[in-house]
């Protein structure tokens, strides 16, 4: 494992990361899905440092939790959080003297690469850029995890596309490992392995992608018909104008359901009748 | 850490346009007052002060809790700020000198304020620009800059106050202070002096920024 989390704790006002267990394995790209204010930033910075946990246990490459350790992650936050009076060269200043294996070459071949300029303020750039930009800061010290939170935010499609081959490569080596949190389930669709889903500070799932896949349906029932499906097969569901919108278990899918199978199910739905549907 | 420096000093060249003004502007007030000691201390005493813009900068770009997800510890982290300071308080002397010596031999040659009260000076404001330094960090690392504002200008109102009422005091009671001792000592000594206060509150403004700062979220 990359990165292990146990019994992860840290309490707010009015909220709080309860009891949270992640695994981040080798050469895997585990998804981080939930609402607003649903934790991932939270867990993310936890991870970090950036907020001090009340209690459980974080162990990144096998060893107790280490500052030193985070020379071997890349991070890149939803705000851009470099200041923008700096070129993408103060950058490399600034980092070159932070990162071990911080490495100038290749900084500079994917800020060519991704037409990137060089003496530009960061404020000049668009968004897309400052988003690439931030990204190959993350890339240039050789990590061996990526912690990106929602890391495509803000990005037209084409780039957006061009983010996630970067990510797939980087944990070709099956060594590198990418937490991603993000509000664009499609784009886990293209790239998860496994996807964690984290509602109100709780871990409701952990799987992999193709496991939740296989395991879910959706099924869109007209009210008069929603008596016919059994209530110990809903997992969740909400009630719409017209209709009902049913999450269930394919184990538990039984032939008369099949007519209200409408569409292939995918994780925005899985997520909207967790968080809005009733039990 | 070095990094962390090095990203405070970027952030101070940027705003050179600002100093060139500052500069020009203190030196013009100066040949009209005839005293040059104004242009030699208003960019270095800028200089120091430029500390806490640094933390406004970090918390306008949210950069800390990015600093955070580097390989250093907290205590490295705010050792970072407090080195930074020590760094402009050399950078700030010799700018300090260096404008002198344009006063001295282009401005206005043959100008013979440069003596050793002149250099005395202009280190004692630097040393006080530190105090005011290490007196804000702490109170930074745990108000964040805005509130810090706030609870900065309560204290120095209570001090006033307290000012007020002791003077009041020996208005109203008629006693007599005679204080040339004590200006005598500042002018023999008060570069040791200052330097003495300055390091001792450097020393606990650092332990109380680590002790705030290390429980702090970002």
Redesign the interface.
Known sequence: MNIEVKNLNKKFDEFALKDVSIDIPKGKIVGLIGENGAGKTTLI?CI?????KDSGTIKLFGKDYD?????D?G?V?D????????TSK?IN????????KWDSKLYFKYLKEYKIPTKKEIRKLSTGMKKKLEIVAALSHHPKVL?LDEPTSGLDPVIRSEVLDIFKNFVDNNENSILLSTHITSDLEHIADNVIFISNGEIIFDRPLKEIKDDYIELDIDKNNFKDINKKDIIRYKENRLDYQVLVHKKNMKKEYEKYITHLTTLDDIMLLYIKGEK | MKALIIKDLLFIKGSWKNLLVLFIGSLLISVALGNYLLAMVCVPVWLLASGINTFQTDEFYNTESYTLSFPLTRKKIVLSKYLFSLVMLVIATWIGLIIYAIVALIIRPGFNGLNTDMIKYLIMLELASLIVDAVFYPVIYKFGCEKSRLVLMSIIMLLLGIAAIISAYINTHDIKIDLTNFVNFIQDNGVFAVAGITIVTLIISYFLSVKFYKKKDY
Request: neutral net charge; aromatic residues 12%.
């Open positions: 910075k970090l440092g950036a907020m001090v500052n030193l350790a985070k020379d992650i991070v936050y705000d851009s959080f470099m200041i923008e009076t700096f103060d200043m600034v980092l070159k003297n932070m990162y071990k912690i």
